[in-house]
């Protein structure tokens, strides 16, 4: 398990009785690949802990190629087998108002770290961005490799890298706003 924290954005209090839910935003480049998955497989983990209710979650990409498509049907496969569907999802693309609505931005590569920095030019809410896999207890170059161009071994892989690395951004989420179920 990484020593890495996050530090709580949103007034714990808050969180604690419900009253504002946690806003977690995860950015790809299309927004039909990596970052769909990763909205869905955080999600499936906040259901499972029973904390639905505490996190509003999202996801968009730094381009527009893909908006209003539905993610890439080999993600969706990829996904389904796994037991999850994000077939409902549609892709739109981030904004500058992202960074002042979400508490938490992770980003799925350096290069998307990059634009979302620059949708905030002042750098007022730069601290909300993290790269995702700063909290991958394996984090290799700390990017998670876009699968587009390649074969199903990379859909499989980002499969494999955004859930564990979904398991320990909501531990470390949990234990920073001090939730329980
Ligand atoms: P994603 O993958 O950023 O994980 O959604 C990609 C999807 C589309 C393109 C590139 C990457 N594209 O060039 O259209």
Redesign the pocket.
């Known amino acids: 398990m990484s020593t890495i924290t996050i530090k709580p954005l949103v007034p714990v209090e808050d969180a604690l009785r419900g009253d504002r839910p946690i806003r977690v935003l995860f950015v ?8 769909p998955l990763a909205e869905g497989v955080f999600r499936h983990h906040v259901d499972r802990a029973g904390l639905t209710d505490r996190f509003e979650i999202d996801s968009a ?1 730094t ?1 527009r ?2 908006v209003g498509e539905p993610p ?1 049907p080999r993600m969706r496969g990829t996904a389904r087998d796994r037991g999850l569907s994000i077939d409902d999802q549609r892709a739109r693309q981030a904004q500058g108002t992202d960074l002042r609505y979400y508490d938490h931005i992770f980003t ?1 590569d350096r290069s998307n770290l990059h634009d979302v920095l620059f949708l905030d030019p002042q750098g007022a809410n730069s601290y909300r961005v993290r790269l995702f896999r700063e909290f991958d207890p394996d984090p290799e170059d700390y990017q998670v490799p ?3 161009s390649g074969q199903q071994e990379g859909f499989d892989l980002v499969f494999n890298i955004v859930d564990r690395t979904s398991a320990v951004i909501l531990s470390k989420l949990t234990d920073a706003y001090q939730l329980r179920a």
């Open positions: 790809c480049l299309g927004n039909i690949c990596r970052s990409g381009g190629w893909h890439d799925m876009d699968p587009y």
